[in-house]
Nanobody, 118 residues
Framework: QVQLVESGGGLVQAGGSLRLSCVASGSIFSINVMGWYRQAPGKQSELVATITSDSATNYADSVKGRFTISRDNAKNTVYLQMSSLKPEDTAVYYC????????????WGQGTQVTVSS
């Protein structure tokens, strides 16, 4: 079993910054993809950014140039540095880890609220 615990959400004014963290614990295969997804009220969940265990990254077009995903493999931790925040970034942000070790595994955190005021 794998547990993901997010932290760092909160309320920030437009133009501000926040840094989200997610610590993974449990039986994690070393080759994996960690990422952040978000869901705004009344909208479908969407990918924000992902990062592989060898640090290849992928971003949603809406956050490119403003958000940076990074990870510390020794700490099983993924970060999301969010800058130039906009009200439309308001959502619950979820941490995710995917890996395959004979079977496919997909785990989610409990979510952390990010609210950007205008």
């Amino acid at each position: 079993q794998v547990q993901l615990v997010e932290s760092g959400g909160g309320l920030v004014q437009a133009g501000g910054s926040l840094r989200l963290s997610c610590v993974a614990s449990g039986s994690i295969f070393s080759i994996n993809v960690m990422g952040w997804y978000r869901q705004a009220p009344g909208k479908q969940s969407e990918l924000v950014a992902t990062i592989t265990s060898d640090s290849a990254t992928n971003y949603a077009d809406s956050v490119k140039g403003r958000f940076t995903i990074s990870r510390d493999n020794a700490k099983n931790t993924v970060y999301l540095q969010m800058s130039s925040l906009k009200p439309e970034d308001t959502a619950v942000y979820y941490c995710n880890i995917k890996f395959r070790n004979l079977l496919a595994y997909d785990y989610w955190g409990q979510g952390t609220q990010v609210t950007v005021s205008s």
